[in-house]
């Protein structure tokens, strides 16, 4: 079996053309479909692919060089049942890519700490509303700012713990630490055309359980 890393989300896969489990992408064109091959165990050793792996996660993005490009487009033409993958990946035939995607991108973004980078995956009409504060941000700029002003111990990190999505809104569970402070963050995002052009969200505060309802409940580890 084929092991391969999604270019997009730097998760492994098998197959090189399959959907990644981890983000649902499947290549979609020729140039999708050799990158795909370039990052798979057809070019690059398990350690390589490891490496490969890491970088995406970080963040880095991992162009192929067009020599190497040319080599898989060409191995591809030899490879039956390859347009297969792309009649699969294209029908229903999708301008833009699911709300998930998009806010798994964010995410992957936001990891990289280089806030301005999230300008990426954010419409021109972005705004941000806190609901708990009353407050609205607007704009990637401003975005950006409020994230690099943020006082922090530290590089910030936001692990995924749930993800759900529709066509255009999608919901994260996240947790945010710096290293010292540890926050939870539950996040409403709506994406038109590929962009985040809505996000409302909430961070969670944990409290004491309630007497009055102790003789029905158990502790939650
Ligand atoms: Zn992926």
Redesign the pocket.
């Known amino acids: 079996m084929t092991m391969a890393v999604?270019f997009?989300?730097g998760?492994l896969k098998f197959g090189a053309f399959t959907a990644?489990p981890?983000?649902m992408?499947r290549p979609r064109n020729d140039d999708e479909l050799a990158q795909s091959l370039a990052l798979s165990d057809h070019n690059l050793d398990s350690d390589a692919l490891d490496r490969m792996s890491e970088r995406i996660r970080s963040g880095e993005s991992v162009p192929v060089d067009p020599t190497l490009r040319l080599q898989m487009l060409r191995a591809l033409d030899g490879e039956p049942g390859v347009r297969g993958w792309l009649d699969m990946a294209n029908s229903p035939r999708e301008k833009y890519p699911p709300a998930i995607d998009v806010v798994r991108d964010f995410w992957r973004l936001m990891n990289t700490n280089d806030f301005g980078r999230v300008a990426e995956v954010l419409s021109e009409k972005f705004v941000l509303e806190w609901p708990q504060s009353r407050e609205r941000i607007r704009g990637a700029e401003r975005f950006a700012r409020m994230n690099a002003e943020y006082p922090g111990a530290g590089p910030w990190s936001f692990t995924i713990n749930r993800i759900v999505g529709a066509k255009d809104t999608a919901v994260t569970v996240v947790t945010v630490t710096d290293g010292v402070t540890t926050a939870v963050a539950v996040s409403f995002f709506i994406v038109r055309e590929g962009k985040i052009t809505k996000l409302i969200e909430y961070w969670p505060e944990p409290y004491p359980a309630p007497a009055h309802r102790s003789h029905l409940v158990e502790p939650l580890e």
Request: charged content about 10%; aromatic content about 0%.
């Open positions: 999604c997009r989300c998760g990644c981890a983000c992408h």
